[in-house]
């Protein structure tokens, strides 16, 4: 689903400057960055010819996304190349011409808001879906894998890999759909993730002065006084 994009432009893009398309090359992946400022503010840097940088995009903490390149084009992000860590990288070819840069807004360290959150999570998923890209830790990278001295903390602690990459690599094998459980003649709302079947413990421990005792460390809650001794449950709230 195309998210919602603002467009705002920016005159530097392509290599030389002015140029479309990406030289022939195509686009292997999508560098994550930090802003180090606002959003506001870095429409104003783009749009100034004499910053000589640009993005393709910009991700407000509102959840408001910016378009400053068209994704044919070559934007300037990735800077230049020091002490690499990124395995796709190819040493002779500017990188600009083979990945799509996508801005935060935010300071180094800043936890990504919510709204933020889910829509990087949109865009990255379209662009993936737009570029023919297979999300991984290799195709979805930081600025740092290109950067390491320089651009050490772009995008930052605070930028949610595991989260991303987990949202983006899992969401067709999971399926979840609800089912009903009934035991001892007793309907509980229940769902089905990955094949197994869970209840909502609440609902099932107030029948029967059942007792529930959780541990957290892995993740199982065991029942006691009811009929089963132990089930696998989420807890809700
Ligand atoms: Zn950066």
């Known amino acids: ?124 998923k379209w662009l993936i879906d737009q570029l023919g890209i297979e999300p991984s830790s290799e195709t979805i990278i930081g600025h740092y894998r290109i950067d390491s001295v320089i651009k050490a903390h772009c995008p930052g602690t605070g930028f949610p890999w595991d989260r991303l990459l987990t949202d983006l690599t899992q969401e067709e094998s999971e399926q979840v759909e609800q089912v009903n459980v009934i035991e001892k003649g007793i309907l509980y709302n229940a769902f089905r993730y990955n094949g197994e079947t869970y209840v909502e413990l609440r609902a099932y421990t107030a029948q029967d002065n059942k007792a529930v005792s959780w541990n957290e460390a892995s993740k199982t809650a065991a029942v006691t006084g009811g009929k089963l001794e132990e089930i696998k449950a989420i807890i809700e709230g």
Do not use: C
């Open 1 to 124: 689903m195309l998210p919602k994009i603002i467009w705002k432009g920016s005159p530097n893009y392509g290599l030389p400057r002015g140029t479309q398309g990406r030289n022939g090359y195509k686009v292997m992946a999508i560098v994550d960055h930090i802003m180090a400022g606002t959003l506001i503010g870095t429409d104003t840097w783009f749009n100034n010819r004499d910053s000589q940088v640009s993005a393709h995009f910009g991700v407000g903490k509102s959840g408001e996304i910016h378009q400053y390149v068209d994704i044919k084009n070559t934007a300037w992000h990735t800077g230049n190349v020091r002490n690499p860590t990124w395995s796709l990288l190819r040493p002779t070819i500017n990188p600009n011409l083979y990945t799509i840069g996508v801005e935060h807004e935010g300071q180094t360290g800043d936890i990504i808001t919510g709204e933020q959150y889910q829509a990087t999570l949109t865009l990255h």
